[in-house]
């Protein structure tokens, strides 16, 4: 019985449906902030239905701030496994507690919205997702050191690049947790400036490259 | 490092799935709009359990409704992936953006369902149905356009088959929101004609042609 | 742009997927019956908490019986797609109207769990099961017509055997529909039953056969 | 028609998509525990929010404990079905059964978070863990008894070190209920330490070992 039977070779596609599941539940957990879904007022005025709508914005703006942030996780966590071709236990694991703090981003963007005056709030869910983008961070460096569960002649610069985008979000989130203690309402909204940032980042690093002998993924 | 490796030739698996996995949390939550399920009255009599229940007819209504609208879209998304081959960024972007308004359905139906009689309410319905719709088709230009994502021998026909397909819902939108102003309980009911529609167009456009040399989609 | 690309000929993966998420969520909204959850009385009592936890039995027996139900249909349609081997747009549309009254059980199962001495509450959950029962028998009777979706020669016994097991719910239902009439406790009792009953169907009926010249399914 | 088309041969790969959902939606229901989700007061000063979010810290810690022990479960499932190459009824039937206990998870880990000083919800959440670890447990048991369900071939060695595993999680609950006869709060937070004993036993194992002429895995 080798050790690779217990705990190496197991293959992705179970881990990527469990975090698919989880994130899919996850966005769809961010309508909760939306009140009203849950105490309907019955009998409303049209005028006080607009009111009550009108209300909403700073929730329907967490909303759309939670979904892009979770998509941007999960287009990460997306990116990783086109890569990464085997798991074991100790990436599973880490996995795993990375969507432990996924899953409480509706949380913690229901509470920011719903408190946007407050600075422990907007710490709440910068806290969060600095340690889940740390976490997924790990994630990488763990499965591309010595190569362990990637293809043994992938592209070193393909494993750079992909760390230093999954430090994006930690980065951001620093700027953001400094930004809320002077003006709070400033911290969270700088999150919307992820995907530009991913973008960019990823516009010019594959600027004035040429294609080179680097590993095809396997299928991964 | 090619530029193909970063942002192009990514599987299409794990966009279906996540995009599966919120389409079924979706449909699954448009049962929030049943009350009754987050207030049990115990100790209720039968005659009281017979007219609450004949209370949730137009709630009733609105989930077969939201139903049918949610699982249209889910086919004309299963079409598009029957064709798209693999993915890039942009087009998870657009996916994401799209499955944004997608969640927000059983919000918006769940608030037409329970202010009926109000403009704002079936408004609120048919701005999310229209730009849901939009969104969808701007996701099936992107993939087709210059035959990006999808075989390079696909048929002309057959994309700009879909493209229409999937303008359908746009323009019913459009209609149900001019048809809101003046009847507003009629604007939502013309989304329960969006099946027929569907297969009334497929019929027609599929009635006199003959098999040709069409690419056969890869597997997709 | 033959018919065969607009209508037929998609592959079965994804209606399996989005059928697949449904029932997991619907299993899982299964809990919503257990109101303590929504409601948590801090500072109460062990006693009180016994108490209260008492009260959740009928809630659990109807869990429980909801579960074993949910699981039924799950297993009858992993059976059916087992042999369908490719979808066409009027079986992912059955298939739809299938799922929306599965996400309705959850529902009646926690109406008639929560009004469990009335008759109506017990009728709304029967009438939910016959209905769903019968779409999905309505699903095998169309794929398997002239061997429409599934191997040309797929032995006709399997057809049969399958079409009767279809069938097992909706007699049960309207068994249960009728005993609720004279002891409406009775009634949604008889589900227990079905995994019984499928059981004791399949093996009475593959007992005495001997392996034939049937078609294996395409690993579908 | 042959036994093995009606009840054995079927494909593990959608009791995985079943199971896999069924984890991610059970995880994400985790967050049900934090009231403050339901019921958001909202004008409340800055420091009656941190008083808020303090009082959330023993939901925190059964959220996580939660998350762990699912986690550990999914785990188990994972690779159980690295080497189950193929289903029948009765393991499907089994499977449905574990996943119930699954689902009461959250609903379990609720009530002892909420009611942390009382035996009884301790005894509720250790239960519901027993069992659940002991139907996985059976899961495998019958899978694997003369081979049924796994390759032929498959090193006797694996099959008891995996059935080992599973006895890891009903070993605990009953150590905690023992405990917290005695200590009710030290009950539940013995299962912290499953992850450290997964890990310790799956290295002593495995430390002097050689690799052998164990069967590979079918790719399950």
């Given at each position: 019985m080798a050790n690779e039977h217990l705990n190496?070779?197991?293959?992705?596609s179970r881990i990527e449906a469990l975090s698919d599941g989880i994130f899919a539940v996850a966005m769809t957990f961010l309508i909760i902030s939306f009140d009203i879904l849950l105490s309907p007022k019955k009998g409303i005025s049209e005028k006080g239905l607009i009111v009550a709508l009108q209300a909403l914005w700073p929730d329907l703006l967490h909303y759309v701030e939670g979904f892009i942030i979770l998509g941007a996780f999960w287009m990460e966590h997306h990116y990783q496994f086109h890569f990464i071709q085997r798991t074991d236990s100790t990436l599973l694991f880490i996995n795993i507690i990375g969507l432990m703090f996924i899953v409480l981003i509706p949380f913690s963007t229901c509470v920011a919205g719903d408190y946007s005056d407050t600075r422990v709030a907007a710490w709440l869910l910068e806290t969060n997702l600095l340690i889940a983008g740390l976490v997924f961070y790990l994630h990488w460096l763990y499965a591309t050191a010595g190569r362990r569960l990637v293809a043994?002649?992938?592209?070193h610069r393909i494993i750079v690049f992909y760390a230093h985008r999954n430090l994006i979000v930690p980065l951001v989130s620093v700027a953001a947790l400094i930004v809320s203690w002077f003006q709070v309402r400033w911290g969270p909204v700088l999150y919307l400036m992820v995907p530009f940032i991913l973008i960019f980042y990823t516009i010019t690093r594959t600027l004035h490259r040429t294609p080179s002998d680097s590993a095809t993924p396997g299928g991964g």
């Open positions: 190496a070779g197991l293959k992705t043994p002649n992938l592209d």
